[in-house]
């Protein structure tokens, strides 16, 4: 069997295992959801509520109905690609998500590109001289920023940087002042599309602090990964039979070890991805961040079961086709990978 064919054949198989891991991740949050203490009816009306008014808005959001049934209706609605309404605001969930989204995806892109910038150029700093004081260095940082807190991170760098310089807001997407740009929701995208230099310096300054403290967070993983591969592929055969020809030692990590270390690496960066959900929850919490882990927040809270499940299954068909995506281009770019 050709290559070529195998790689379709895996590519199937991950994406025919999609619908199923979805399906389980959903199933997951409805039961979930359910069990977990708290009413949405309470949420809504209040304690205090008459239990007249409280059976009826039951009866109408159909929490009235035994749990099997509400299950087969978020079912029969997820496959026909109906995520429901807000039970809050009554707003579709697809809405929700939709203005929520870009949000979350700027700010981690941009967070995502700080932390492969800082944890690569860390990671690669003690190559000339393992085990001296840079390498050291690079350790310590590494270890520290993967082993702060977010939400505590997060705390200081408001403190230093918006209270106490005042160089940067202290939350938000965007001055209050100012009309947001419109368009494709990625303000930084549709700001220079527009050529509003003054919405695309508002933008810049509400993202800086919240998109660096996440990406330096994350920049440790890299630093780790590249380290790690970097030395194994330095000890590598190849990279001693390079050495035996009397080929340079910047040469040989460059061209030799450096691009073999980097496969790893990809391969982390798409598990990174979906560390984002994660520590983005905090950081939009920490930075009043409008994206789609402040909703997801706020629908906890709030016991928005519509939203939650919206969320979830969007959140995690994204990490789903990123975690094929990044397999893919991984076999492609590594002629050893056999399926």
Known sequence: MSRRRELVRYVGARLALAPIMLWLIASLVFLLLRVAPGDPIDALLGTRAPEAARAALRQQLGLDQPLLVQYGHFLNDLVRGNLGESLTNQTPVAEVIRQSLPASLELGVVALLIAAVLGLA???SGIARPEGKLDLAGRLYGIGTYALPPFWAAMVVQLIFAVGLGWFPVGGRFPPTLMPPGGTGFYLLDSLLAGNSQQLLGSLRHLVL?????????????????????RRALRSDYVEAARSRGIGERQVVLRHALPNALLPVLTITGITVASLIGGALLIEVTFSWPGIAFRLQEAISQRDYNLVQGIVVVVAALVVLVSVTVDVLVALLDPRIRF
């Open 122 to 124: 860390a990671g690669f």
């Open 210 to 230: 919240p998109a660096a403290t996440l990406g330096l967070l994350l920049s440790g993983i890299f630093d780790n990964a590249l380290r790690l591969n970097l």
